[in-house]
Structures are given as structure tokens and as C-alpha cells.
């Protein structure tokens, strides 16, 4: 379990990420329709369903209208197939559930038991198309584009009341294609950043080469730094196997080390088989303090012993505030690996700021070895 402090890391990293799967792979997010699995649709909307018919943007903005508020919705094939972009929460028996996901309010997702709409509890809505697809809805406020989610063809999509135009027959190569100018054309000054931030999060979900395509030169380009970050997050979090040696490239040799620290983060999101080697190589070799510290955090939530071999040796680096984040990654291992480790650094250690650090965060862990510890060290003071 991630500590307060390392949780805010977390969030710190994928800030501006638009879905609520921020610090998630697709891979964990599988869920069950009540019914096995099946596709559920839009409830609560005032539905209009149409043919796509010529250029996608001019279609959504036609559909959209030049005053008021609406939403234009449509689907196409997913990266992975049955993952959930909403049915993202298990109950206390550990089965998978669907929720309800509402348009407009991000992150806004709860059991039907949760809705404001009462009496519809098994109301699935109108089905819009069927499973193994992502749902790209497209908010259009007074004729302009201001907000972009996407969510699963399992999901439930609660519209509140809003109009709906659902545009039938979108390829995954047009909607790609429309998603990059929105993208490209925010990083001029023309898009909003919910606008920019879900189109990169829903570019990750389609399946095909021409999303990836996308990020790939996103990530490695010339391109403004926070798009370059956000593109690559989301080869680490949706498209980590097929992206593993452009992330591995980044790690290792883009100059800029912020990317590289990124790319360590969206490695270890992306969880293939050569994440521990590969953060464990960056926790000893890289010349950038804040890349190495960022290594040696990921490497403590991954638990494995190589990888606390590795945090351990990292307590004779140079730097000395390396030093201290890797007493801060054994306090994230589990108390019966980390308790230890943290005592003996405070019993042993040679650096007094070294076991200054070991001394606090044994004391953040509330372990009675750790109490014990604390006791001992102020009755013999």
C-alpha cells in the first residue's frame, strides 16, 4: 500500500491525466457487466443517433450545434479488448462490478445505488454499439469543443439530462486522425487543456498502429515538454508492450532528464518483464540525482528482492539526498521486509543523515519494533 506521501507523488505525476484510471493500467482495470460482460449504453439523454458523413470534425461540430451544450459520442475498436475505462472498482467480496459514469464531471463514477436518478437500479440505458470498444464523448459548449472522455463499451453512461448526438460508423483511423489535431492544435493556443488531455487518453485506447504511431513521435519528437510527458505516460499505462523499446530509449538516453525520470515512471506503469532490470540499471548509472531517486521509488512499490538489493546499494550513492530517498523506498516495502531494514540502518548506518531518515520513517510506520526502537534510543539518551 502506497504511503500519504508517496500517493501524492503519484498523483503529482499523472496531474492533467483526464480519466480516473490517472496511475492505472488498462490490464487492472477489467470488469464484469451484471450480465457477464455484455455492452451497456447512455441513460438519461436526450438521444439522437446519426451517420458519420464526411469529415469527423466538421460532423461533430455540426452535431454539436452553435449555442447550448451537447455531446457527441461515438466508438471504436479498443487496445484491449474487455479492459474498462469506468467498471474500474472491486467490492469487498473482490467481484468485479460496473458502475454508473457521468458525463461532465470528471472522475465521477459510482454504483447505481450512488445515482441521483432513483428507481432505475438495473436501467442500462440505450445500447450504443457492442463490447471491446472505447466510447469518445465530446463536450461542445456554444459551437466550440471543451472537454473530451472516454470510457468503456461496458459502462454505463449516465448524460444527466444533455443532449446526445451519436454518430454511427467512426473508423478508428478518422477518429485518430481528428484527436491529433486537437492535440496539436491546443500545444498551439486553441484547444482547452481537458479538451487536449482527453484526447490523448482516448488516442491511447484505440487500437491500431496509428494511435501509437502518435504517441511514439509525440514522446520522441521535438515537440513542448508537457505533451511529450502526458504521451508518455500513456505508452507506459495503455500501450507499454508494444511501446517497451521506445520507453527503454527514453530511459536511457533522451538528454532532457525530466523525460527520463517520466519515462522511468511510465515504465514502471507499464510493468513488461524488464522493468525491475531496467530501473534498477537507472537507480546505479544514471548521472541526474532526481532520475535516480525516481527510480528508486518505483523500485520499492515493485518489492521484489532485486529490486531491494538494488535500494539498499543505493545507500553508499554519492548524493546524499539519493541517499535519503533510498531510505524512503525501504519504508515503502512491506513492515515485515522494510521494519528491518529501516532498524538496521539506524542501528548500523554511518551517515547520521542517513539514519536520521530511517528514524522518521520507522516512525511514520506505527510497527511496535519500530516503537520499540524509538524507546530504547530515548531511554539511553
Same mark, same amino acid.
Given at each position: ?41 447512455? &441513460? ?68 447505481? +445505488? ?29 459551437? &466550440? ?8 463499451? /461496458? ?10 448526438? #451519436? ?29 487536449? +488531455? ?26 513542448? /515538454? &508537457?505533451? /511529450?510527458?502526458?504521451?508518455?505516460? #500513456? ?62 521509488? #518505483? ?23 539519493? &541517499? ?7 519504508? =515503502?516495502?512491506?513492515?515485515? /521486509? ?18 536520521? =531518515? ?24
Amino acid at each position: 500500500m502506497l504511503s500519504k506521501y508517496a500517493r501524492v507523488a503519484v498523483a503529482s505525476l499523472v496531474l492533467g491525466i483526464s480519466l480516473a484510471v490517472s496511475a492505472t493500467t488498462p490490464q487492472q482495470q477489467v470488469g464484469q457487466g451484471r450480465e457477464g460482460g455484455e455492452p451497456r449504453g447512455v &441513460k438519461h439523454a436526450d438521444l439522437e443517433q446519426r451517420a458519420l458523413s464526411g469529415d469527423l470534425g466538421a460532423t461533430i461540430g455540426d452535431a454539436g450545434g452553435s449555442a447550448g451544450v451537447a455531446w457527441v459520442g461515438y466508438s471504436v475498436p479498443a487496445v484491449h479488448d474487455g479492459g474498462s475505462m469506468c467498471c474500474h472498482w472491486r467490492d469487498d467480496e473482490g467481484s468485479d462490478r460496473c458502475g454508473v459514469c457521468r458525463l461532465g464531471r470528471r472522475g465521477a463514477y459510482s454504483d447505481d +445505488e450512488g445515482s441521483d436518478h432513483v428507481g432505475d437500479d438495473h436501467d442500462d440505458g440505450v445500447l450504443l454499439d457492442e463490447d471491446g470498444r472505447v466510447r469518445v464523448f465530446v463536450r461542445v459548449e456554444d459551437g &466550440k469543443i471543451s472537454r473530451i472522455q472516454s470510457f468503456s463499451s /461496458r459502462c454505463v453512461i449516465d448524460a444527466g439530462g444533455a443532449r446526445v448526438a #451519436w454518430l454511427r460508423e467512426v473508423s478508428g483511423a478518422a477518429s485518430a486522425e481528428w484527436l491529433a489535431t486537437i492535440v496539436e492544435d491546443r500545444f498551439g493556443g486553441e484547444r482547452s487543456d481537458k479538451a487536449v +488531455e482527453g484526447a490523448l487518453s482516448a488516442l491511447a485506447m484505440h487500437d491500431g498502429t496509428a494511435a501509437l504511431s502518435l504517441l511514439e513521435e509525440w514522446a520522441t519528437g521535438r515537440h513542448p /515538454r &508537457k505533451l /511529450r510527458e502526458q504521451a508518455i505516460f #500513456w505508452l507506459g499505462a495503455a500501450r507499454g508492450a508494444e511501446s517497451w523499446t521506445t520507453l527503454v530509449q527514453l530511459v536511457t538516453d533522451a538528454p532532457d532528464r525530466a523525460i527520463r525520470a517520466r519515462a522511468v515512471f511510465a515504465s514502471y506503469v507499464a510493468k513488461q518483464p524488464g522493468t525491475v532490470d531496467l530501473l534498477i540499471g537507472v537507480a546505479r548509472n544514471d548521472d541526474a540525482t532526481s532520475v535516480r531517486r525516481s527510480a528508486l521509488m #518505483w523500485l520499492a512499490q515493485l518489492a521484489g528482492e532485486r529490486a531491494i538489493e538494488a535500494i539498499q546499494a543505493a545507500l553508499d550513492d554519492p548524493d546524499t539526498d539519493v &541517499k535519503r530517498h533510498a531510505v524512503f523506498a525501504l519504508s =515503502q516495502l512491506p513492515a515485515d /521486509r522494510g521494519v528491518p531494514l529501516l532498524i538496521a540502518i539506524v542501528r548500523e548506518n554511518p551517515n547520521p543523515e542517513v539514519r536520521k =531518515q530511517a528514524l522518521f520513517w520507522l516512525g511514520q510506520t506505527g510497527d511496535e519494533r519500530a516503537l520499540e526502537l524509538i524507546e530504547e534510543l530515548l531511554v539511553g539518551a
